[in-house]
């Protein structure tokens, strides 16, 4: 099985996280991106959640004199979509629009430093594909995120300067 943990953006993995938590949802029923799986059981409770576009807002860095490492960073904002699929699908969409905005979902947001804006649209995918089977819902959601790397850097106690005179 070929390795797609490079394939997945931080955004998926940042939002998979939030909504696996949020709702108490089975890990192994949140799928990230548009990576290829098999559904054999369409009354499975699947969510997939897809990275559609993200620009960077903000590129910081700050330097911890006291450990010596600087810290780069960008802050970034992802605009999502979720794919409720089996036959909750409905209830967990719903659940996914009241929760988000409740003491848990704000904790979630804050503990894993992420911010899940309300739905921008709501679009029953079954009806729009004149789909037959298994109800499926789609949310559009923007977050914002961060992500960080430290680099050792030593720090200049005193500055050394060599003062050439051309004569």
Known sequence: MPDISS???ESELQLSRFIRD???????????????????????DFIVVSEISS??????????SD??????????SATMTID?????ANTLRLAFMQLGNSQKGYELQRDMELTV?????ST?????????????FQLAVNIRYNETTDVPTLRIDTA????????
Request: proline share 5%.
């Open 7 to 9: 394939e997945i953006s």
């Open 22 to 44: 949020l709702l108490d949802h089975g890990e192994q029923l949140i799928k990230q991106g548009e990576i290829n799986f098999e559904r054999d059981d369409f009354t499975l």
């Open 55 to 64: 620009v960077p807002l903000s590129i910081p860095k700050k330097f911890d």
């Open 67 to 76: 450990a010596e490492v600087m810290t780069y960073a960008v802050s970034m």
């Open 84 to 88: 409720f699929f089996g036959d909750n």
């Open 117 to 121: 804006h309300n739905p921008s649209t």
């Open 124 to 136: 029953s995918l079954k009806q729009l594909t004149g789909a037959q089977y298994s109800p499926r």
């Open 160 to 167: 050394q300067t060599n003062i050439i005179f051309d004569t």
